[in-house]
């Protein structure tokens, strides 16, 4: 069974900077396309990130480029979210997901996503 836990969040200040962690169990993340997503109250689930089995190729969707960076430690069976320049927009419930075929390619969309975390909420105040 895999499993997947986010860790990291909290409240911060505008301006502030958090780091995401997603542990994953049951399976080696070494060769799976990772990424993370966030769902802010009253509003549909947003794409944040996604890293490839590698950690060579990255994307970001435009509101976080500069400011987010998603990295992985497939020693660890780690995926992490590095998060800067925070905004009070960015609140929201950050979950991360993996795609279940070794070597598939990166995508934003969620329902290519087969395994997924509970979240950690983040609370950016102004």
């Known amino acids: 069974q895999v499993q997947l836990v986010e860790s990291g969040g909290g409240l911060v200040q505008a301006g502030g900077s958090l780091r995401l962690s997603c542990v994953v169990s049951?399976?080696?993340?070494?060769?799976?396309?990772m990424g993370w997503f966030r769902q802010a109250p009253g509003k549909e689930r947003e794409f944040v990130a996604t890293?490839?089995?590698?950690?060579?190729?990255?994307y970001y969707t435009n509101s976080v480029k500069g400011r987010f960076t998603i990295s992985r430690d497939n020693a660890e069976n780690t995926v992490f979210l590095q998060m800067m320049s925070l905004k009070p927009e960015d609140t929201a419930v950050y979950s991360c997901?993996?795609?279940?075929?070794?070597?598939?390619?990166?995508?934003?969309?969620?329902?290519?996503?087969?395994?997924w975390g509970q979240g950690t909420q983040v609370t950016v105040s102004s």
């Open positions: 890293i490839d089995w590698s950690g060579n190729y990255r």
């Open positions: 049951g399976r080696t993340i070494s060769d799976l396309p």
């Open positions: 997901a993996a795609r279940r075929t070794a070597y598939s390619g990166t995508t934003a969309a969620a329902g290519s996503y087969d395994y």
